[in-house]
């Protein structure tokens, strides 16, 4: 699976930024996907994982009643909606998928595919 992250960018405390990942290679509805982030000097992060039919979805505790995971497998593709971003958000944000990931995963060893990674900078 190939995976193109974007719609990173710089933006002020309290905005809303959309990410997007566009899966190819794979049957892109076979798989989970993740939304991950890493700030600098830091370790990958958690961010929301969801199945991959969408009935199953987990979000970091970060995330929780700020960040959207959603997936449309018509288009193969994975969307993070993040609203109320604080400058601790600021980070590369990068999406993946993996051979076992079916359901949700926060386990960064379990994926196999990462996107290439798009900058969220938050301003405060």
């Known amino acids: 699976v190939q995976l193109q992250a974007s719609g990173g960018g710089l933006v002020q405390a309290g905005d809303s930024l959309r990410l997007s990942c566009a899966a190819s290679?794979?049957?892109?509805?076979?798989?989970?996907m993740g939304w991950f982030r890493q700030a600098p000097g830091k370790g990958r992060e958690f961010v929301a994982g969801?199945?991959?039919?969408?009935?199953?979805?987990l979000y970091s505790d970060s995330a929780k009643g700020r960040f959207t995971i959603s997936r449309d497998n018509a288009e193969n593709t994975v969307y993070l909606q993040m609203n109320s971003l604080k400058p601790e958000d600021s980070a590369v944000y990068y999406c993946?998928?993996?051979?076992?990931?079916?359901?949700?995963?926060?386990?960064?060893?379990?994926?196999?595919?990462w996107g290439q990674g798009t900058l969220v900078t938050v301003s405060s």
């Open positions: 969801i199945s991959r039919t969408g009935n199953k979805i």
């Open positions: 290679g794979r049957t892109f509805s076979n798989y989970g």
């Open positions: 993946a998928s993996g051979e076992s990931v079916v359901s949700t995963s926060s386990k960064v060893h379990e994926y196999d595919w």
